[in-house]
């Protein structure tokens, strides 16, 4: 009888814990055209270099204390092939048994990297079998692994169970967590003084490239239809000879071409992502949805997802606001997706007035260090990324110069009290 009470209040303590804030009421903004903004340039790199997985994990019809002990693994490395976080072990009591203890450190991930790599995009050759990839970076005590996403499959009916829709897992530990650590930057510029500190980046190309063990993140921005680096954009995304590990959607497709968007139709987008995301996906790469620059007030994605047949596996979503009760309406909003979230980017901007970013240094500073323990608390939030794109003001940028900005400076500061 007492273990019966126990488990009854387990059970309700758990289901209290996914009542979020998904009917908080949509404000509306007087143009959502002004919200969407160029981005930097790509950087100028010309491929995507490959990096490694460190362990090889066979799960066939084994237990769900095999599948923890897998995700376990993934705690003690960066370089592993961990478990979807879609996947929820049966054998945990509570979805907060896994703590920010379990982050591993860039210096850990570069100690079981080669020295050779001159990128860390997590990929592998697209030419290769999928069901063993080969890596030319792998040291001798290590081996290629079958993608994670086939063995769960086979084991998943007698270990594990599917977590109900709107309801995400705990994000430490998760594949889906870059290299086990949330912080990122959108832009490369400030790569080399923050590397050291994130675990991903991105710069809205196909292409990312820089050395370190950060991963690179590519990106299929648009259709090719919006101007020349559109289309180059796009020609070098269907030219990628690699499988990466993570992938992000359509740039802003709900907002107008030629402010910074990719301003497609959805039917449009269900055109390109069947044909260029979904067999990514299934060679085993996680895809990040379609990116909205109407934040909680867009209509696009739900269009989108009712009609496409290979779901994301992570919501990419833009946050500009200037205040942490604006950032959780905008996580509240993309809970409805039933998937976690990465946060690609996010600046301190007063969206109520249109599209004016921030300028006061002190209210900038504020703003980074409320969001990023935010970010680095939430259950919601699997990855965040600083935006380091253009429109944004003097003040926001993390560089000035050669240098870190103070905002950058700042962003640097909170981070590292994490990573």
């Not at 923050?194 to 292409?207: C, E, F, L, M, R």
């Not at 269900?270 to 790469?285: D, H, I």
């Not at 004016?356 to 259950?379: K, M, R």
Request: aromatic share 8%; hydrophobic share 35%; proline share 6%.
């Amino acid at each position: 009888m007492v273990s019966l009470k126990i488990s009854s209040i387990v059970c309700a303590v758990l289901l209290a814990g996914q009542v979020d804030a998904g009917h908080i009421k949509k404000s509306r903004f007087p143009s959502h055209r002004s919200q969407c903004l160029p981005r930097l340039t790509s950087s100028v790199a010309t491929e995507v270099a490959s990096t490694l997985y460190a362990h090889s994990v066979s799960l066939g019809s084994s237990s769900s204390s095999v599948i923890l002990a897998a995700s376990e693994m993934h705690h003690s490395t960066s370089a592993v092939n961990p478990i979807p976080s879609s996947i929820r072990q049966t054998t945990r009591s509570s979805s907060t048994s896994i703590h920010s203890s379990a982050h591993s450190t860039p210096s850990s991930t570069a100690a079981v990297t080669s020295e050779a790599h001159q990128s860390s995009s997590a990929v592998w050759p697209i030419s290769s079998s999928a069901d063993q990839p080969t890596h030319s970076a792998l040291t001798a005590s290590t081996q290629a692994t079958t993608p994670t996403t086939s063995v769960i499959t086979s084991s998943s009916e007698t270990s594990t169970k599917i977590s109900p829709v709107g309801e995400t897992a705990t994000p430490l530990g998760s594949s889906l967590v870059p290299n086990s650590n949330k912080a990122g930057i959108a832009g490369g510029d400030a790569y080399p003084f923050v590397k050291d500190h994130i675990g991903w980046w991105y710069d809205w190309s196909p292409t990312p490239s820089k050395p370190g063990p950060p991963i690179a993140v590519p990106m299929l921005w648009g259709d090719g239809t919006v101007d020349k680096q559109d289309a180059d954009r796009l020609k070098a995304f269907k030219q990628l000879t690699t499988i990466p590990r993570y992938v992000l959607g359509f740039e802003e497709p709900d907002c107008p071409s030629g402010s910074g968007s990719a301003g497609m139709s959805v039917q449009d987008g269900v055109a390109e992502w069947e044909a260029l995301m979904a067999p990514l996906k299934a060679r085993g790469a996680k895809l990040g949805s379609p990116s909205m620059c109407k934040q909680a007030d867009e209509t696009w994605l739900t269009q989108f997802k009712d009609q496409i047949s290979t779901m994301w596996d992570f919501t990419a979503i833009h946050i500009n606001k200037n205040s942490l009760a604006g950032v959780q309406k905008d996580i509240a909003h993309y809970k409805q997706y039933g998937k976690p979230i990465w946060v690609t980017e996010f600046a301190c901007v007063n969206d109520y007035q249109q599209f004016t970013p921030c300028t006061d240094q002190a209210e900038i500073d504020n703003f980074i260090q409320t969001v990023v323990p935010f970010f680095e608390e939430s259950n919601d939030v699997f990855a965040y990324g600083y935006s380091n794109g253009l429109g944004l003001g003097d003040a926001w940028p993390l560089m000035k110069g050669n240098s870190l900005s103070e905002s950058g400076k700042t962003y640097l500061a909170a981070i590292s009290q994490y990573h």
